[in-house]
């Protein structure tokens, strides 16, 4: 395989020879994006580190009750050991061989890495993904001792069968959204003929897609909701309300966040008519969705719901999309608030929403969606 110079001009790690051989553990984790299509950045999230703790690094649906600032120190132990991969020809195919068996594997498995030397740890944001720390560009990858593979999956990713026929399966048996896009990602998921590796943001889309998609279509045969509810979680400093009331499923999402003199607000709404205003806020609503389809379908009752996301923490945004999935699933695992209807929704929401509903319903439908428009007074001017 050819490597690009461009490439080899930009790593952060410059060096006649690399002989330093490192071995290192990952959780399992892979980081995996565009470089110059057809080539992709691709290797592991690994620690030079061993740690007792490490299988929790990379999956956040342990992460129930951690503090922000423990995720963020696991997080930044995360160094991504990175090489050039083509994605159309799978190579180098002992590359591409090692990211699948990560992929595969259900816990931490140790690796060599030939690499010129290591970088400080420091956590790095990294958009539409969770934080990590730094790239480190290095010649290979290697399995250093034999990982447990998942029987399941690996039989899954045998089948010449569709991609999304393939998530619904991973899916069914509790394999989290976070371990699927890590297989969608190295390509082991799809018809042989159209298996490619993808950004590991493109495998989360994908799949998440293919799930909400899956999902709206098993809701139609569940119970329709009667009663509305509204359900409340806050998480790291953020804020979720989730509205729901009886309807065929559907889930409309609105953020508000935080600037330091206004309050921005956006919107992701189920209507043809109303685009999704900002990349941001479609990457939130994404994982958002996500955990309310699914959460749907795991109590097999359809409603129409309305998440309110108020974003009021800085820190927290290094945390990305993710803490819209998180934040949304602890507020549908709390105790309703059960309402008879719309006009007692309308009550509800006015003493416990901030900011107020008015606010929330500027510049969008919300309010003829949701058939209150003739309930809530003008809104006046509002300050921080």
Known sequence: MVISQE???QSRLESASRSKSLTVYSPPGLFIETFKFPILTAGVLASPESSEWLSIFDHPESWRGLERDAIFGMREKLFRFV??????????????KVLQTLA???????????LDGMLA???????????????????????????????????????????????WSLLNYDYTIDQI???????????????????LRSAYKATMDSIISRSII??????????????????????????????????????MEKKPAELICTSSLEDLHCPTTDITTAVHSDYARFSAYTTMVAHKESSHL??????????????GPWISRAGVKEALLSTPVQVEDKGNALAVLTSVLRPELGRWALDNPLLEILGLEEAVHPLVHITV
Do not use: W
């Open 121 to 167: 740890p420091e956590l790095q944001p990294i958009r539409g993904l969770l934080p990590c720390g730094p790239v480190i560009n290095v010649d290979s990858i290697e399995i250093a001792a034999e990982p447990e593979i998942s029987n399941v999956a690996h039989r899954i990713t045998q089948m010449d069968i569709s991609a999304s026929e393939a998530i």
């Open 306 to 319: 309305v998440i309110f996301h108020f974003s009021r923490n800085a820190k927290s945004n290094s945390l």
């Open 7 to 9: 490439f080899k001009s």
């Open 218 to 255: 098993e809701l139609a045969d569940c119970h329709r909701a009667v009663e509305s509810k509204i359900q409340m979680a806050t998480l790291y400093g953020e804020s979720f309300t989730v509205l729901s009331i009886p309807g065929e499923p559907r889930v409309d999402y609105l953020r």
């Open 83 to 96: 090489l050039p991969v083509d994605s159309r020809k799978m190579e180098p195919s002992k590359t591409v």
């Open 181 to 199: 896009a890590r297989l969608m990602s190295v390509g082991l998921l799809g018809h042989f003929n159209h298996r490619r590796m993808m950004p």
């Open 104 to 114: 595969l594997s259900v816990s931490p498995i140790a690796l060599e890495v030939q």
